[in-house]
């Protein structure tokens, strides 16, 4: 069994940073991809990032390439979203999720869901 408790989401402007942070128990950490997703309000959940196993490989939704940054330390069985030049369609609740490999979280195929963030960019 994986736990997975979200932390970093708070009220920022347009154009500010954030750094989210999913803290994981288990001895089993490294062995997981570990992806973000993010539901807004009355619209779906979807992916935003995904990093593998040994932190090697990162996909990226097209809408956050370039302004996002997954990464991961599994000494401390954490992974972060560095997230910069925020805009206010980034606003939603943001997840981390565990399963084992990339296609399967971009997929949706997850193995345990954290609770989730919320981040809120206003304009």
């Known amino acids: 069994q994986v736990q997975l408790v979200e932390s970093g989401g708070r009220l920022v402007q347009a154009g500010g940073s954030l750094r989210l942070s999913c803290a994981a128990s288990?001895?089993?950490?490294?062995?997981?991809?570990m992806g973000w997703f993010r539901q807004a309000p009355g619209k779906e959940r979807e992916f935003v990032a995904v990093?593998?196993?040994?932190?090697?490989?990162?996909f990226y939704a097209d809408s956050v390439r370039g302004r996002f940054t997954v990464s991961r330390d599994n000494a401390k069985n954490t992974v972060y979203l560095q997230m910069n030049s925020l805009k206010p369609e980034d606003t939603a609740i943001y997840f981390c999720?565990?399963?084992?490999?990339?296609?399967?979280?971009?997929?949706?195929?997850?193995?345990?869901w954290g609770q989730g963030t919320q981040v809120t960019v206003s304009s």
């Open positions: 999720a565990a399963g084992p490999g990339v296609a399967a979280l971009y997929s949706g195929r997850i193995n345990y």
């Open positions: 990093i593998i196993g040994n932190g090697s490989s990162r």
């Open positions: 288990g001895r089993t950490f490294s062995s997981y991809a």
